[in-house]
């Protein structure tokens, strides 16, 4: 089975922090991306990858980044956080021909 | 543009009666459609999709969609609900090549015992 894995489940962190989510899938897909799930706005797509070192902007990366050095890898990062990124983060990888995403358990973000 | 819609934001079902969650899509040509559901403070699973062939597709925990080309909707159905069937279903597109998926706003199903 793939598996896709998220470092953390939660996380709390404070306004100006840098913060990193790492995201880890094992089935050497070629696509990964990370999303944001808020209540009554669904799956919002922050940032998305197609290959190592290549990125692509989703509808919402204002205040973010990421990084994939290695195909397996996938990183998110907040510059400097606020509040209002306090979500939950899914990060998702697929292969290209069908575009079956598998999901990791998601990261539950708080900024105080 | 490019969307996709789930009308209902909740479902109330009662245990053992059919369940439908519905989805419908604006776009050309032939998309790719999914459906996952998230149990509480869980990821994302996949329950079931459909590219091509036969319009029924028949998925994960008894549950199947029909896709239908004429009135661009594909709606999640089950014939007799369970009440751990009781989460949030996502409907999803990949509208053309190797494009991210687009998701709906989700409907949260309740199956009442």
């Known amino acids: 089975d793939v598996k896709v894995t998220q470092s953390s489940r939660y996380l709390v962190k404070r306004t100006g922090e840098k913060v990193f989510l790492e995201c880890v899938q094992d089935?050497?897909?070629?696509?990964m991306f990370w999303y944001r799930q808020d209540p009554g706005l669904g799956l919002r797509l922050i940032y998305f990858s197609y290959d190592v070192k290549m990125k692509e902007k989703g509808d919402i990366p204002e205040g973010y980044s990421v990084s994939r050095e290695k195909k397996e890898r996938f990183s998110l990062i907040l510059e400097s956080a606020s509040t209002n990124q306090t979500s939950m983060y899914l990060c998702a990888s697929s292969l290209s021909f069908d575009g079956l995403a598998f999901f990791g358990q998601g990261t539950r973000l708080t900024v105080v | 543009a490019q969307s996709v819609a789930q009308p209902e934001d909740q479902v109330n079902v009662a245990e053992g009666n059919p369940l439908t969650v519905k989805c419908t899509y604006s776009v050309s040509g032939n998309p790719y459609l999914f459906w996952y559901v998230q149990y509480p403070n869980r990821g994302l699973q996949f329950l079931l999709k459909?590219?091509?062939?036969?319009?029924l597709v028949k998925g994960s925990y008894g549950f199947e969609a029909e896709f239908n080309k004429s009135q661009t909707s594909f709606h999640l159905k089950k014939p007799s609900a369970l009440v751990s069937d009781s989460a949030l279903y996502f409907c999803?597109?990949?509208?053309?090549?190797?494009?991210?998926?687009?998701f709906g706003k989700g409907t949260r199903l309740s199956v009442i015992a």
């Open positions: 999803a597109v990949r509208f053309s090549g190797n494009t991210p998926l687009v």
């Open positions: 089935m050497d897909h070629e696509n």
């Open positions: 459909y590219i091509t062939g036969d319009n």
